[in-house]
């Protein structure tokens, strides 16, 4: 069974796809709040059948106080049932103690779950012993325990969603970033390589989706122009993105379909907005707008966040996506650990040079996630007069973003860190992105 919050479906869909692939004879529940979890596995073990109960777990979830609590009461109750629970996603990944001794889980699945979770599976189905199982943790004794590393996924092995069920979501077409900045989980998750799905797997997927279920297509990316590349590089592949792009397009047009793409729900890094890119965007898309990774304007906190770009590479992907009649959406991260006056005072610099050029600005607040280098760090209070700046510019339409609402969000993380409910000091952090 898996707790399938919306929040986290497209994770939970990748899942359900692979084990409907590899295994026989199990039946997935999907339960939509903790108390269709609760109803739903007691009828399980009331018929004497194996229940597993799966989640996937975001750290921000956890700030929702009644949620946290009826969690871990939900999760103790399970195991005196009998139910094995398990949980899985970016806060287990960067939080395994937490997980297994603070929210009670029998077992964390720490990366990505198609191989990991199907194997557990078919040795719970076969008698097997599931601690066989690479990626798992668990505690022994009071021993915390961690299988061991397998090797990273080939996208192309997997569906990115169950469509034989009537189940669609965006296509993953890129997993793992090379850059691993200090405040994202993406590489310390996924790897510090580009991993992609073929062309000719993405048009099967996109021709399927147009065929059974929608018309706006679009993609899930860590960087919509790294298509093509396996590491970090200051060159996009622009003839393959075209390539990627055009085959997209001829689907799309066979079915009506629109193809959005550098856009929501993926980004793109600024100093891949080239000419090159920007010119196979416009001959192919629908969007009119694409969202640049940004997150600072001080050269020197791009620095320390390992961003790999510089302000000015901000500034011209602005500028070479207006030329191409692009509205640029910039990302500014607000609160970094360690931001000091003038560098609020640079963000807010290049928020309102990218306001009066004609682009906006999408704005967020730090959040130290487990699993990440900054993790441990403490967010920097915004000054009353940054706010009101930003509160002006969102107030004419030229900026968003739930900044304030992730402010808060990032200091109920530290007071949680605080009471030891989560625990990211457990070993196993820097290590995911050399496998």
Request: include cysteine.
């Amino acid at each position: 069974m898996f707790y399938y919050d919306k929040q986290v479906r497209y994770s939970v869909n990748s899942l359900i796809a692979a084990i409907d692939k590899a295994c026989c004879n199990v039946i997935i529940v999907l339960a939509s709040n903790l108390e269709d979890v609760y109803m739903k596995a007691h009828e399980i073990r009331s018929r004497g059948e194996i229940c597993v109960v799966a989640f996937s777990l975001l750290t921000t979830m956890l700030t929702n106080e009644a949620f946290l609590s009826n969690l871990v009461k939900l999760i103790n109750d399970l195991r005196s049932r009998g139910c094995i629970t398990v949980v899985g996603g970016p806060h287990a990944t960067g939080d395994p103690l937490g997980s297994l001794k603070s929210l009670g889980f029998d077992y964390v699945f720490i990366g990505e779950g198609e191989d990991s979770f199907t194997e557990f599976i078919l040795e719970l189905q076969h008698g097997g012993d599931v601690k066989r199982v690479k990626s798992l943790a668990y505690i022994e004794g009071d021993k915390f325990v961690f299988t061991g590393w397998r090797r990273r996924v080939n996208l192309d092995d997997y569906d990115p969603f169950p469509y034989w069920r009537g189940i669609f979501q965006p296509v993953e077409i890129t997993r793992g970033c090379p850059y691993g900045c200090f405040y994202c989980q993406v590489s310390y998750m996924h790897g510090f390589e580009y991993r992609h799905r073929s062309v000719e797997k993405i048009a099967y997927y996109v021709e399927t989706f147009l065929r059974r279920h929608g018309r706006d297509m679009r993609f899930i990316t860590p960087n919509g122009m790294s298509y093509g590349l396996k590491t970090s590089s200051q060159i996009p592949r622009a003839d393959l993105l075209e390539y990627l792009l055009s085959s997209i397009r001829a689907i799309c047009d066979k079915y009506g379909g629109k193809l959005f793409y550098g856009t929501f729900p993926s980004e793109v890094r600024p100093e891949h907005v080239t000419d090159e890119t920007m010119r196979v965007l416009s001959k192919y898309v629908t969007n009119k707008r694409i969202i640049i990774g940004a997150q600072s304007g001080s050269e020197r906190l791009l620095r320390f966040l390992r961003r790999g770009h510089s302000v000015d590479d901000v500034k011209n992907a602005v500028e070479v996506a207006l030329k191409y009649n692009f509205t640029p959406d910039v990302d500014l991260i607000l609160g970094l650990p360690g931001e000091e006056r003038e560098d609020i005072f640079d963000t807010l610099k290049l928020a309102k040079w990218v306001v009066d050029r004609g682009g906006r600005i999408h704005v967020h607040y730090f959040m130290p996630l487990p699993g990440t280098p900054l993790s441990n760090t403490t967010p920097t209070p915004i000054p009353i007069e940054v706010m009101k700046h930003i509160a002006r510019i969102i107030g004419s339409h030229k900026g968003y973003g739930k900044w304030l609402h992730q402010e808060e969000i990032a200091w109920k993380i530290v007071k949680l860190r605080e009471a030891g409910v989560i625990r990211p000091k457990c070993g196993l952090q820097g290590q995911q992105g050399e496998k």
